[in-house]
């Protein structure tokens, strides 16, 4: 009922820059919280960045002054702008969201596909 679409993903030169987006369709009713998940090759899945409803933001120590997250609530729209991108950024990106389909239901769960994101030295 609810899909997320992840794009901007691709190859840059270390120093680079790239913005992903996630969009969200379907049935919803209200996104809570928001975030972005990478997964290196041989590495578990690890958290870059969450935001929350109202804007507040929480970062890994690895992108702390190189990654902003972003939304857009009208758009049901997550955001990641990446900047100085380093060859150990790359990775697979899933975003994830927290969507609820009706006033009265829990909220669930959702991730995207995942874009791949690859910086070359």
């Known amino acids: 009922q609810v899909q997320l679409v992840e794009s901007g993903g691709g190859l840059v030169q270390a120093g680079g820059s790239l913005r992903l987006s996630c969009a969200a369709s379907g049935s919803i009713f209200r996104i809570d919280a928001m975030g972005w998940y990478r997964q290196a090759p041989g590495k578990q899945r690890e958290l870059v960045a969450v935001?929350?409803?109202?804007?507040?933001?929480n970062y890994a120590d690895s992108v702390k002054g190189r990654f902003t997250i972003s939304r857009d609530n009208a758009k049901n729209t997550l955001y990641l702008q990446m900047n100085s991108l380093k060859p150990e950024d790359t990775a697979v990106y899933y975003c994830?969201?927290?969507?609820?389909?009706?006033?009265?239901?829990?909220?669930?769960?959702?991730w995207g596909q995942g874009t791949q994101v690859t910086v070359s030295s």
């Open positions: 935001i929350s409803r109202g804007g507040s933001t």
């Open positions: 994830n969201m927290g969507v609820s389909i009706t006033l009265m239901s829990v909220t669930s769960t959702y």
